[in-house]
């Protein structure tokens, strides 16, 4: 376990953008630390606004968030990766990696050090002077991943991270996520389209509904061996799909 | 094989051959003198003749010019970064860089020259103003080009406002920068020819202050010789900037 994972709960969460009526409102959801979450539901309905509301990104317009039961809490480290990569086009690999340490101001050799790391976990130890544009679509969110990764987070964010990748890249980014997880277990909130992917990934799906934005249902998955990729194949994955994707067309709007 | 008609070199090849025996064919058919219409012979001709006062002139006005670009782009910069780093000064300012623009060059030029008197100083200081503009519109459009995805990157991390600025705003207006450099480039020959024309010396004799003077002793052949030479400064500046990677170079 990461020592600084975060307990997380919200209370009653509500955010609304200036006038405009509520995108999220009493929404309560309770998070153990280490665990994976994934957040589905309707585009638009809010999965994005409540990550940034975690993330601190956003102000609250009212509830709260206790991180390990205090709202007050400093924040934990958070890392948040968004769909898109979000790579400095004219800074090479380790340059980007290392990007948020130096806006610590860490000082050179020791950024280096920790990025050369984080690079050879997610596999671009090979690449680290190529440019983004030099990067397959898989090595870029490999790249944003790392950076992720640079300040060891106890709290990561995802926003729907693999949706613009082709399948084969998906499954292989989503496997590597979950071993890195494993060495570290963040408390981590991943946003998806994807039931599959959202079921292989989590140990409990969150199905975000309605106008403003609760939380409408809540799906358990438990495996009982750890996950690779060949529990794509088995029946026990496929009936806990087949169960939450019927669960969340039952709340979907029609 | 490829046709002519789909060779890049050959279409502007030949409207060029065409334009030159039309140049040829308007002396000869309308029957004009030579200081009306001097031909390309004559002016190859007149550029051998004055190859010594005409690479005096390419030197002063090429010196002038690049004072005038730097001066340009050094201030043009930095200007963009304060106005991007403060919304007030922005607002308050931006009015006045756009009045300085609409003003035409000719007019700034008798300005300057009332105010400095004539001489290298004012000549590079009109062709500062002349290229001063597009490097500020250019910057500051790419200072604030910046993607939203990125500057949340940047307040997740906390980044401090300088951080931003000179981390993420500056290399991301740098393309742009770049592209305003070019176009100062260019108009920083075209500014210190007019300021030649109204604040050269013979004892510092640019291409424009050459112009004027080749056109007093009705030598026209010099003056499009003096002209094409212009032209050809500009194209090389111009090109000495697009050699710039656009690529900011950062660590
Ligand atoms: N900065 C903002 N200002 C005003 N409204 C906003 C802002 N950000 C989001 N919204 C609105 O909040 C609602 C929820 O947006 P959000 O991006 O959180 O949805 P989402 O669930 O992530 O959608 P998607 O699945 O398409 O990414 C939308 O109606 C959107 O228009
Ligand atoms: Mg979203």
């Given at each position: 376990m990461h020592p600084l994972a975060p307990h997380i709960e919200t209370r009653g969460l509500r955010k609304a953008f200036g006038d405009q009526p509520p995108v999220l409102d009493g929404l309560d959801l309770v998070v153990e630390p280490g665990r994976i979450i994934a957040l589905l539901g309707a585009s638009g309905c809010g999965k994005s606004t409540l990550l940034r509301l975690i993330a601190g990104t956003l102000p609250l317009s009212g509830g709260a968030i206790l991180f390990n039961g205090e709202a007050q809490a400093e924040r934990p480290e958070t890392a948040f990766i968004f769909q898109d990569p979000v790579l400095l086009p004219w800074l090479d690999t380790l340059h980007n990696i290392s990007l948020p340490l130096r806006l610590r101001g860490m000082a050179a050799h020791e950024r280096r050090e920790i990025a050369t790391e984080r690079a050879c976990r997610v596999g671009l130890g090979e690449a680290l002077g190529r440019y983004p544009d030099e990067l397959s679509g898989g090595m870029r969110m490999r790249a944003s991943l790392a950076r992720a990764l640079t300040f060891s987070p106890g709290l990561m964010l995802l926003d729907e991270p693999f949706g613009a990748l082709d399948a084969i890249t998906r499954n292989r980014l989503n496997e590597e996520l979950l071993a890195l997880h494993a060495r570290e277990r963040w408390t981590t909130f991943f946003v998806t389209h994807s039931v599959t992917e959202a079921v292989f990934l989590a140990d409990r799906v969150v199905i975000l509904g309605g106008s403003p934005a609760r939380v409408v249902d809540v799906v358990e998955i438990a495996f009982a061996q750890a996950r690779s990729a060949s529990l794509r194949t088995q029946i026990a994955y496929q009936q806990a799909v087949a169960e939450t994707t019927a669960r969340l067309y039952a709340v979907l709007p029609a | 094989m490829k046709s002519l008609g789909q060779s890049r070199l050959f279409p502007p090849l030949l409207v060029g051959l065409l334009l030159v025996a039309a140049w040829y064919a308007l002396r000869h058919f309308l029957a004009l003198e030579a200081f009306r219409l001097p031909v390309p012979h004559e002016i190859l001709a007149a550029i051998w003749k004055e190859r010594q006062t005409l690479a005096g002139g390419v030197r002063v006005?090429?010196?002038?010019?690049?004072?005038?670009?730097?001066?340009?782009?050094?201030?043009?910069?930095?200007?963009?970064?304060?106005?991007?780093?403060?919304?007030?000064?922005?607002?308050?300012?931006?009015?006045?860089?756009?009045?300085?623009?609409?003003?035409?060059?000719?007019?700034?030029?008798?300005?300057?020259?009332?105010?400095?008197?004539?001489?290298?100083?004012?000549?590079?200081?009109?062709?500062?103003?002349?290229?001063?503009?597009?490097?500020?519109?250019?910057?500051?459009?790419?200072?604030?080009?910046?993607?939203?995805?990125?500057?949340?990157?940047?307040?997740?991390?906390?980044?401090?406002?300088?951080?931003?600025?000179?981390?993420?705003?500056?290399?991301?207006?740098?393309?742009?920068?770049?592209?305003?450099?070019?176009?100062?480039?260019?108009?920083?020959?075209?500014?210190?020819?007019?300021?030649?024309?109204?604040?050269?010396?013979?004892?510092?004799?640019?291409?424009?202050?050459?112009?004027?003077?080749?056109?007093?002793?009705?030598?026209?052949?010099?003056?499009?010789?003096?002209?094409?030479?212009?032209?050809?400064?500009?194209?090389?500046?111009?090109?000495?900037?697009?050699?710039?990677?656009t690529r900011f170079p950062a660590r």
């Amino acid at each position: 376990m990461h020592p600084l994972a975060p307990h997380i709960e919200t209370r009653g969460l509500r955010k609304a953008f200036g006038d405009q009526p509520p995108v999220l409102d009493g929404l309560d959801l309770v998070v153990e630390p280490g665990r994976i979450i994934a957040l589905l539901g309707a585009s638009g309905c809010g999965k994005s606004t409540l990550l940034r509301l975690i993330a601190g990104t956003l102000p609250l317009s009212g509830g709260a968030i206790l991180f390990n039961g205090e709202a007050q809490a400093e924040r934990p480290e958070t890392a948040f990766i968004f769909q898109d990569p979000v790579l400095l086009p004219w800074l090479d690999t380790l340059h980007n990696i290392s990007l948020p340490l130096r806006l610590r101001g860490m000082a050179a050799h020791e950024r280096r050090e920790i990025a050369t790391e984080r690079a050879c976990r997610v596999g671009l130890g090979e690449a680290l002077g190529r440019y983004p544009d030099e990067l397959s679509g898989g090595m870029r969110m490999r790249a944003s991943l790392a950076r992720a990764l640079t300040f060891s987070p106890g709290l990561m964010l995802l926003d729907e991270p693999f949706g613009a990748l082709d399948a084969i890249t998906r499954n292989r980014l989503n496997e590597e996520l979950l071993a890195l997880h494993a060495r570290e277990r963040w408390t981590t909130f991943f946003v998806t389209h994807s039931v599959t992917e959202a079921v292989f990934l989590a140990d409990r799906v969150v199905i975000l509904g309605g106008s403003p934005a609760r939380v409408v249902d809540v799906v358990e998955i438990a495996f009982a061996q750890a996950r690779s990729a060949s529990l794509r194949t088995q029946i026990a994955y496929q009936q806990a799909v087949a169960e939450t994707t019927a669960r969340l067309y039952a709340v979907l709007p029609a | 094989m490829k046709s002519l008609g789909q060779s890049r070199l050959f279409p502007p090849l030949l409207v060029g051959l065409l334009l030159v025996a039309a140049w040829y064919a308007l002396r000869h058919f309308l029957a004009l003198e030579a200081f009306r219409l001097p031909v390309p012979h004559e002016i190859l001709a007149a550029i051998w003749k004055e190859r010594q006062t005409l690479a005096g002139g390419v030197r002063v006005t090429f010196l002038a010019s690049l004072g005038g670009f730097f001066a340009a782009t050094f201030f043009g910069l930095a200007l963009s970064l304060i106005l991007t780093a403060s919304r007030t000064l922005r607002r308050g300012f931006l009015p006045f860089v756009v009045l300085m623009q609409v003003i035409p060059i000719i007019a700034t030029a008798a300005i300057v020259v009332t105010w400095l008197d004539a001489g290298f100083p004012a000549i590079i200081t009109i062709a500062f103003f002349i290229g001063f503009f597009p490097v500020v519109a250019n910057t500051l459009a790419g200072l604030r080009a910046v993607p939203a995805e990125q500057l949340e990157l940047f307040r997740l991390y906390k980044a401090t406002p300088l951080q931003e600025l000179f981390l993420l705003r500056l290399p991301t207006a740098w393309p742009y920068f770049l592209t305003g450099a070019q176009i100062a480039a260019t108009l920083a020959v075209i500014g210190s020819v007019t300021g030649e024309i109204f604040a050269g010396s013979s004892a510092n004799a640019g291409l424009g202050f050459l112009i004027i003077s080749y056109r007093a002793s009705f030598e026209t052949a010099a003056v499009f010789a003096a002209t094409a030479l212009c032209a050809l400064l500009a194209m090389v500046f111009w090109g000495a900037v697009r050699l710039v990677p656009t690529r900011f170079p950062a660590r």
